[in-house]
């Protein structure tokens, strides 16, 4: 399942040695599996903290607990750690952790939802923000929540029109449009304040 280089094994030793916790072992799990954010959390795992759903990988002196939801994605993943002037890189490749962009025949709310997560939230990010897809109309008309710093930002019609509609409509033929049903009114705290009066 998960192939773990010799290094790697060495240094997670003397990571859990350092502890000095009986039956001490690591924890890993995929983050955001499936989608191009898609990334690894390792951390130290005490035996009581174990729900027992894990997956466990018998190592020289220690073991590596893998979530139950998280198997397929790691599946074939390989850890590894070089050594260098700064202490050391530890290296997780995990093919099937991102996932892959869907077919050019997948359905057009998997190909929208993909872009979506893999380019579109990335960007509003930088601002607090995201949005959401609700639906795509049998009119290829995409709807979409926004939320964070996006809900309710002065800036929103902007976002919508030149930047998501733009690329949706671009690089999938059959997005006709792209409308807000987001109620702006209610938003905390926008990233840019609207206009009043």
Known sequence: MIELSE????????????QDIPGLGIRIRAVGAGTPQGD???EFCEPNELSGSE??????????YVHADSVTALDGASIDFQRDATGGQLSIKAPALRGSAPSTDASLIER???LIDSEVNPQL???????SLREVTAEGIVVLQFGGGCHGCGMVDV???????????????????????????????????RRTG
Not at 58 to 64: H, M, R, T
Not at 125 to 131: I, L, Y
């Open 7 to 18: 290094s790697a094994a060495s240094h997670f030793r003397n990571l859990i040695a350092s």
């Open 159 to 193: 976002t919508l029109r030149n930047g998501i509609e733009k690329t949706l409509r671009e690089r999938i033929p059959e997005v006709t449009g792209v409308r807000d049903v987001t109620d702006h009114a209610s938003g905390a705290k926008p990233y840019y304040g």
């Open 125 to 131: 990010a930088s601002h607090g923000g995201r949005v």
């Open 40 to 42: 690894c959390q390792l």
């Open 55 to 64: 997956w466990e990988i018998e190592c020289d002196g220690f073991s590596i």
């Open 112 to 114: 929208v939802r993909y």
